[in-house]
């Protein structure tokens, strides 16, 4: 069984949508469990509707604790073999439990990951088949750190459940997913990723990636040195990706945290990065154009720098 994980904060208006596309599964064998964490608009309401719909619905109303909290709370209460997670304001094709499982269970994988959709407007279209892609977990984790393939999100992807036997979300922070990604892919024989555009992410006003820069950003390179460390006894493969990540963190930091005394620290922080690796990551033909492209204006052009950013499409 799989045991779908959908934290629920504030979403009555994407609410009904996200919980139609998930009881729709074409894979039955599942079972949804939806926090409300603390929700001060009616998707505690609307969760408990679902629940006298549909029996495999499960509700658990809980105070206020943040996405990671939420998540936690739902991984505790889990019955499936496979944990999966949603966000209560997204919306994921009919095929997604079906072709994620038969992904990990035809190739004997430990987690499986499809492609994201992104949602603009209300015109909705997955896509079903793709190449497949097969991993370990030294080139994995290689692959997530150079932002290449998958995405780090912690939805888009199914888990055998014994891997978040001794980790969990980190709590109170934004990033959770790729603060922890790299240790649950660590754990892993075989990884199996495929090009089907299955999980649908829709971008809205208050997403997380429409927001403006804020404090809780600058948890990104605390999040980078985690990552390092991590990485400074392992393969040299894996050194290198993680300091190509923690200079796309720097990168990030330097280009959106505002101009004003209180960034003054955190700005200096990721040019201190960049100055560190900059060069060597560089030299490194694995890194993604985009950010080989940012890093050489960064360092020979920098005046440019934030002028050519603000006409690229992040999302292509």
Not at 105 to 118: T, V
């Amino acid at each position: 069984m799989i045991s779908i994980i959908i934290p629920v904060y504030n979403v009555e208006l994407y609410l009904d949508k996200c919980l139609q596309s998930v009881v729709n599964q074409t894979y039955r064998n599942i079972e949804i469990i939806l926090i409300d964490d603390g929700a001060s608009d009616n998707s505690g309401i609307i969760c408990d509707r679902w629940q006298k719909k549909d029996s495999r619905i499960k509700v658990i109303h809980k105070t206020n604790g943040g996405l990671s909290s939420a998540r936690n709370v739902g991984i505790e209460h889990a019955n499936g073999e496979y944990l999966m997670f949603i966000d209560s304001d997204d919306i994921v094709s009919d095929e997604l439990c079906r072709i994620l499982i038969e992904m990990m269970k035809n190739n004997d994988a430990d987690i499986s990951i499809c492609n994201a959709k992104h949602i603009f407007d209300d015109v909705v279209s997955f896509k079903s088949t793709g190449k497949l892609h097969f991993y370990n977990r030294n080139n994995a984790i290689c692959e997530l750190w150079y932002q290449k393939s998958f995405l780090p999100s912690a939805w888009g992807k199914l888990y055998k459940r014994e891997l978040f036997k001794n980790i969990r979300f980190t709590e109170g922070i934004i990033f959770e997913d790729i603060d922890i990604m790299h240790e649950l892919f660590y754990q892993c024989n075989k990884i199996i990723y495929g090009e089907m555009e299955l999980y649908g992410y829709v971008h809205h006003e208050n997403s997380i990636t429409t927001k403006k820069y804020s404090k809780k950003d600058n948890v990104i390179l605390n999040i980078c040195d985690k990552i390092c460390e991590f990485a400074s006894d392992k393969d040299i493969n894996l050194q290198n990706a993680a300091k190509s990540y923690n200079v796309a963190g720097a990168l990030r930091v330097y280009l959106n945290a505002p101009n004003t005394f209180e960034y003054k620290d955190i700005i200096e922080k990721a040019k201190k990065i960049i100055r560190k690796y900059g060069k060597d990551v560089l030299k490194d033909q694995n890194i993604r154009k985009k950010n080989r492209y940012a890093l050489y204006i960064y360092i020979y052009l920098r005046p440019l720098l934030k002028v050519v950013y603000k006409r690229v499409d992040r999302w292509k």
